[in-house]
């Protein structure tokens, strides 16, 4: 996975901590709030990575690249839902297949046009610092603060702006929201393209860090889904908590052991975490969100 | 003023509710009644754009029937659910604002809504989930009271509610009957006949009687039609 591109040192496991939330933060709104097992997921943040590679080939702006990139992934995202997903979120089945369908278009798309061959996106912000005896690339800390600041932003916005409450209502009651005057449509449709935006811009974020490929979204895909599902579908708390254990005892296993058998203990981690998840107390706010008021759409008559 | 003429809906295949028609002036009560079963609160979620319908229901003189529920909120009608239900995680004020939606002054709304129902007014910061079931339904009315509507669908607002809260809930549903359009689904004779205005008996999806509440009383049919 992307151990391969980083560099083992006890800052890479903050880093990679952040990468794991960074990658996850899009997934939060379009499978935690939105509930689409959205396969697509992984093909957002390829299109923010080759987004940014394209603007570095032809404008020579790395950082013009990372500012187009969320809009672009968001604009795609936007497309998406209006024009398939949004028939679709009663029917989960079919939105997985969909969303699954998109991403092999997408790949191929971008294979087509940038063809299969591993390419690099060069660093906005070169060089390194030392700490603690320890060489740390100026982007490697860019992208751990970006986290940090997309979370604080991420979660006051939902908590403070107009926008944030109506989508946590729709979220928790879409019937009882739009009967409220909420219109449901519009607050998924931002919801995804928000979504699709922060996979894009986690995607222009990772690109100078690893070798860009048409595969390159599928790396992230999994451990997306892992610690979204394991820090309680819906809680941003959670996400953090998730991410950064599963992160940080990924890099911090390789210490000891090869990156292959990392990742293997990392997903018998993470089945273990399903398990016992509940007991752990990080997923009180998402189990409370599912008691008892989606009940307007199931009532008797 | 609310018409509805000729309104069909049901659930899937399934239609429910046959042929409705009635009208409700602002300042008047129409009474909902029936057995469990009757396709109450199916015309409710009709009229609010829940459930796929047919016919035409008119409000002030446009067609809503097609509109999607929050065109349907925008155009004046709000609807009190049978359940009382509240969004998890956010606060009592939270739900006034969604209610309000720029519709009026945000403080001067959640401060009526205090008025209302004092027992609101001490807990705008609490969530809305840890509220008894009592004070869900004052929050429910209140949502639907503090934005002025032409029409209120209410459906059974005093059911399971001790009876010291049915004490405010009936002036606070009389108050709203005074500037509003009133369409109240009720099982409790005793709430119709406090409220008054016209009843329209369901069943089986149609209405098979209709008068004033009063008289249907004095006849001795509504115990008749209502009983279990």
């Known amino acids: 996975?992307?151990?391969?591109?980083?560099?083992?040192?006890?800052?890479?496991?903050?880093?990679?901590?952040?990468?794991?939330?960074?990658?996850?933060?899009?997934?939060?709104?379009?499978?935690?709030?939105?509930?689409?097992?959205?396969?697509?997921?992984?093909?957002?943040?390829?299109?923010?990575?080759?987004?940014?590679?394209?603007?570095?080939?032809?404008?020579?702006?790395?950082?013009?690249?990372?500012?187009?990139?969320?809009?672009?992934?968001?604009?795609?995202?936007?497309?998406?839902?209006?024009?398939?997903?949004?028939?679709?979120?009663?029917?989960?089945?079919?939105?997985?297949?969909?969303?699954?369908?998109?991403?092999?278009?997408?790949?191929?798309?971008?294979?087509?046009?940038?063809?299969?061959?591993?390419?690099?996106?060069?660093?906005?912000?070169?060089?390194?610092?030392?700490?603690?005896?320890?060489?740390?690339?100026?982007?490697?800390?860019?992208?751990?603060?970006?986290?940090?600041?997309?979370?604080?932003?991420?979660?006051?916005?939902?908590?403070?702006?107009?926008?944030?409450l109506q989508a946590r209502a729709t979220v928790a009651n879409p019937v009882l929201a739009e009967t409220m005057g909420i219109n449901s449509g519009a607050v998924r449709a931002g919801l995804f393209a928000l979504g699709s935006a922060i996979a894009g811009l986690a995607g222009a974020m990772l690109a100078p860090i690893s070798t860009l490929n048409p595969q390159f979204g599928l790396l992230f895909l999994v451990n997306s889904f892992l610690v979204v599902i394991i820090g309680g579908k819906g809680s941003l708390r959670g996400l953090v908590v998730a991410g950064v254990v599963l992160g940080g005892t990924l890099a911090a296993l390789q210490f000891v052991m090869s990156t292959v058998l990392a990742q293997i203990l990392i997903l018998a981690i993470a089945i273990v975490g399903v398990r016992v998840r509940p007991l752990l107390g990080i997923v009180r706010e998402a189990q409370t969100k599912t008691t008892p008021a989606a009940s307007t759409s199931a009532s008797a008559r | 003023?609310?018409?509805?003429?000729?309104?069909?809906?049901?659930?899937?295949?399934?239609?429910?509710?046959?042929?409705?028609?009635?009208?409700?002036?602002?300042?008047?009560?129409?009474?909902?009644?029936?057995?469990?079963?009757?396709?109450?609160?199916?015309?409710?979620?009709?009229?609010?754009?829940?459930?796929?319908?047919?016919?035409?229901?008119?409000?002030?003189?446009?067609?809503?029937?097609?509109?999607?529920?929050?065109?349907?909120?925008?155009?004046?009608?709000?609807?009190?659910?049978?359940?009382?239900?509240?969004?998890p995680g956010l606060t009592v004020r939270d739900h006034l604002v969604i209610a309000l939606q720029r519709r009026r002054e945000e403080e001067d709304g959640i401060a009526e809504a205090g008025e209302l129902f004092p027992a609101l007014g001490e807990r705008l910061g609490q969530e809305a989930q840890t509220l008894s079931g009592g004070?869900?339904?004052?929050?429910?009315?209140?949502?639907?009271?503090?934005?002025?509507?032409?029409?209120?669908?209410?459906?059974?607002?005093?059911?399971?509610?001790?009876?010291?809260?049915?004490?405010q809930l009936i002036p606070a549903i009389g108050a709203a009957a005074t500037e509003s359009a009133v369409v109240l689904v009720e099982q409790n004779i005793d709430t119709a006949l406090a409220l008054g205005g016209n009843a329209y008996i369901l069943e089986q999806g149609s209405i098979v009687v209709s008068g004033t509440v009063r008289d249907l009383y004095d006849r001795g049919i509504l115990e008749q039609r209502l009983a279990l």
Not at chain 1, 25 to 31: N, S
Not at chain 2, 137 to 154: F, R, W, Y
Request: positive net charge.
């Open chain 1, 1 to 164: 996975m992307i151990l391969g591109f980083l560099p083992v040192d006890s800052f890479n496991v903050i880093v990679l901590a952040a990468v794991f939330v960074l990658v996850a933060t899009g997934l939060h709104f379009t499978f935690g709030m939105l509930n689409v097992v959205n396969l697509v997921h992984g093909e957002l943040i390829l299109i923010g990575a080759y987004t940014t590679l394209q603007v570095q080939k032809t404008t020579g702006n790395v950082l013009l690249g990372m500012a187009l990139a969320p809009l672009l992934a968001g604009v795609v995202g936007l497309a998406m839902e209006r024009g398939v997903l949004r028939f679709l979120y009663e029917r989960p089945l079919d939105s997985l297949l969909a969303t699954f369908g998109l991403a092999l278009i997408i790949r191929q798309v971008v294979q087509f046009i940038f063809s299969p061959n591993p390419q690099t996106v060069r660093s906005p912000i070169g060089g390194s610092f030392l700490l603690g005896g320890f060489n740390i690339p100026w982007w490697r800390l860019v992208i751990v603060l970006v986290t940090a600041g997309l979370l604080v932003g991420v979660i006051q916005f939902l908590k403070r702006s107009r926008f944030g």
């Open chain 2, 1 to 87: 003023m609310l018409e509805v003429e000729d309104l069909s809906a049901g659930y899937g295949q399934t239609t429910v509710l046959r042929g409705i028609s009635f009208t409700v002036a602002p300042g008047e009560v129409a009474c909902v009644m029936g057995r469990n079963g009757a396709g109450k609160t199916t015309l409710l979620r009709a009229l609010m754009g829940v459930l796929p319908k047919t016919g035409v229901v008119r409000l002030s003189g446009t067609d809503i029937s097609q509109r999607p529920g929050h065109r349907i909120n925008a155009a004046g009608m709000v609807w009190v659910p049978q359940e009382a239900s509240v969004f």
């Open chain 2, 135 to 167: 004070e869900r339904k004052m929050l429910a009315l209140a949502q639907a009271l503090i934005v002025k509507p032409k029409v209120v669908l209410m459906d059974e607002p005093t059911e399971g509610v001790a009876p010291v809260v049915v004490e």
